[in-house]
Structures are given as C-alpha cells and as structure tokens.
C-alpha cells in the first residue's frame, strides 16, 4: 500500500479545492481537479470545463505553460489528479495521451475511474509507458464530489436528491396550498446551491399549477441553467407555465388522451419541449423507468426533486430517493399537508428509516441532509 507524504495530502487537497470549482460547470462530465508540481513548487492547477471543453489535466498544464513550465519542467513532475484520466476519446481527445506525451515521473490519482470505457485502462496505460501510478489518496472526498456521476456508471440511473421545506411540524404547505415562504431568505438561496449542482430540476404537474414556479437557479452564479423535468400523467400543464418559458425542459406523462397528447406534443415541439410517454400498469408515470431514461438518455448526473407530498411520497415508496436536503422552519404551521404521502403504517417496525449525515443552521432555520442507511 502507497504511503502519501504530508505534501501528496496537501495536494490532493487543493485538487479537490479545484474540483470544487466544476460543482456547477463540468455537468454531465465528472467534477475533477489537477494539480501539477515540481518538488514542492506549484506548475499549475486547473479544473474540468463545460461539456466539451478541456478536462482538468489539460486546464492545468495550460496553466502551467502560462505560468512559464517548459517540457524539462514536465519532465520531473507530479501530477495530483482527482479521478483517473480519461483514456477514450469522447467530447475530448485522452487526457492519458498529453500526459503520456509530457512524461511526467509521478501521477497521484484520488479514486478510479468509473466510466467503463475507462476504469483502470487510463492507468494502466500511463504505467505501460513507464509513469509510476499512485492511487487512492483521499478517494472518499473525491467520490463525494461525483455521487451522481458514480451511480450513472455504476448502476445506470441519476443521483436523486429531494429538497423539502417544512414547520417544526412538518407542514409544507397550508391545506389551501400556501406556501411561500415557510422557510427563510438564507434557506431559499442555500437551495439554489444544490439546484445548481444538480443536471435536472424535477417537479410535478400540482406543484406547477398551485405555485407557477420557473424552477431556474437564480440566488447563485452558474453559467448552465439545469434541465426541468415535470411529471404530468394526463398532460394537464398549463401551457402558459413559468417553468416552459425557455424550452429548457421536458413533460413525462403516462397515457393522456391520444388527440390531446398529440396536439400538446406540437405545441411544445415548437418550443424545444419533447413529451415523453412512460406509463406503469395503473397509468401513472413509471418513475424508475423515468429515471433510467434521464440517465441513458439525457446522461443526468444528479436531479434535484421539489415537489408536493403526493409526488414525494411516490417516489419514496418506489425506492427512487438517494438523499434528502430538508429545511425545518422554527415554526408550527397546524393543520396542513405533511412532507411526503407514504400511506397508513400499522406497525413502527413499517416505518421509511434514514441516516442524518448533516445538519447546520441557514439562517434561522435547520438544514438536514439524510440518506438511507
């Protein structure tokens, strides 16, 4: 087993510090830092781009040259990377072969690769041309960095986060439907932060013709705006809704009339809309199927879901929830409608358990993050 240095821990680190500067940009790619060194003097540093630009290997050495690093430079140093480099040639050309045609003496990569099209080829190809590999540094910061892109490649489905607002009491909404804002302005802007990271923005039909919301990241800077995606069995979406206005989403219904379906699937065609179709055996939307198709498809990375309690709690029961984002308001709310629509338990030993892997206060109100244990 590779024993890192103090200074391999320094920076790796700082290559996830990059890394982290992807959250919002490298979609539908994986979120990767690089930093190059010479000793312990820093080439360069870099981060993966835009889909189709240049990955965080390139960025780096592009840095480096900038800041004046010549082949001999290259030569002698070692690259700290948080994912294998690609060995494929997708968007991009191999990040294996510009490092393989720099020659460096050392490359420290956090965790491999799980792109089966890569997974193990990019290092075995810069160890067959004599680079010596270490791997595993840090490997668990760096998966946490990527949880949908690993399950995209893994298991072939999207990383799905579902955000929730509620009273102490766990009200999300007044029986009438109100509920803006149960939480604060600090909350409200900390959950653009986990909409900016996400590939798409999944809502249904009741949410959008009680609130009209455009789903868009507004609260933080991010130059991609996610995909929305609206669950609609019947196609009962207004077509006037907020959230259809820049064409940047798609209607998932099940079996609505065939004339009806037809007539909204031009309408929005125009617009840039696309209406899928994917029905279960008792005509709702078939959410697993839904969710294999935004990551074969679509290669959907991460959804955030900001729905009502009927949606919610059908995508609890089918199993289709990695994790939840809750915000608790210091408030009780009374009679109201409740987080998710699970249905009538009998027994304790029946109930949905989760694992609390954080919680901080935003503002004044309690973030919970939890998944399953």
């Known amino acids: ?12 680190a700082l290559a996830l510090e990059e890394a982290n500067k992807a959250l919002y940009l490298s979609n539908p790619n994986p979120r990767v830092g690089c930093v190059i060194t010479k000793g312990e003097q820093i080439l360069g540093q870099g981060f993966t781009q835009q889909v189709g630009s240049q990955h965080a290997e ?9 800041l004046g690093a010549g082949d001999t430079e290259f030569a002698a140093s070692t690259f700290y990377v948080t994912l294998e480099p690609c060995s494929h040639t997708g968007r991009t050309l191999p990040c294996c072969d510009a490092l393989i045609k720099l ?10 690769d799980p792109n089966p099209k890569v997974s193990g080829q990019g290092i075995a190809s810069l160890q067959k041309h004599g680079i010596q590999v270490d791997l595993g540094l840090m ?3 760096a998966a946490l960095l990527n949880p949908g892109f690993i399950k995209r490649m893994t298991q072939g489905l999207p990383y799905v986060r579902m955000k929730i607002a509620s009273s102490l009491d766990g009200r999300t909404a007044l029986l009438n439907g109100k509920s803006q804002w149960i939480t604060g302005p600090a909350a409200r802007a900390d959950g653009h932060h986990w909409r900016a990271q996400a590939c798409a923005i999944l809502s249904g039909v009741g949410t959008v013709r009680e609130d009209d919301p455009a789903l868009t990241v507004r609260e933080v800077s991010t130059q991609r705006q996610p995909l929305r995606v609206i669950v609609d069995s019947q196609l009962e ?14 209607i998932v219904c099940a079996n609505p009339e065939s004339g009806h379906l037809q007539k909204t699937q031009k309408e929005l065609a125009g617009r840039g809309i696309e209406v899928v179709q994917l029905a279960n055996a008792k005509g709702k939307v078939d959410l697993p199927k839904l969710f294999a198709y935004l990551a074969k498809e679509r290669e959907i990375n991460e959804v955030h879901v900001e729905a009502g309690h009927k949606l919610n709690g059908s ?3 089918e199993g289709c929830v990695d994790e939840l984002l809750i915000y ?6 009374g009679e109201g ?8 338990l009998q027994e304790l030993s029946q109930r949905d358990s989760w694992r609390i892997v954080e919680h901080t206060l935003i503002g004044d109100d309690l973030r919970i993050r939890a998944v399953r244990p």
């Open 139 to 141: 490997a668990h910061e």
């Open 328 to 333: 608790q308001a210091p408030c009780f709310l």
């Open 103 to 112: 020659s460096p003496q050392r490359v420290v990569i956090a965790m491999q």
């Open 237 to 250: 979406i207004p077509l006037g809704a907020k959230v259809l206005h820049d064409g940047n989403a798609i």
């Open 1 to 12: 087993m590779t024993q890192f240095s103090s200074f391999d821990r320094q920076m790796m």
């Open 315 to 317: 995508l609890i029961r």
């Open 58 to 66: 390139i960025e780096a050495i592009a840095n480096a040259r900038r």
């Open 337 to 344: 409608l409740g987080m998710v629509n699970i249905g009538l």
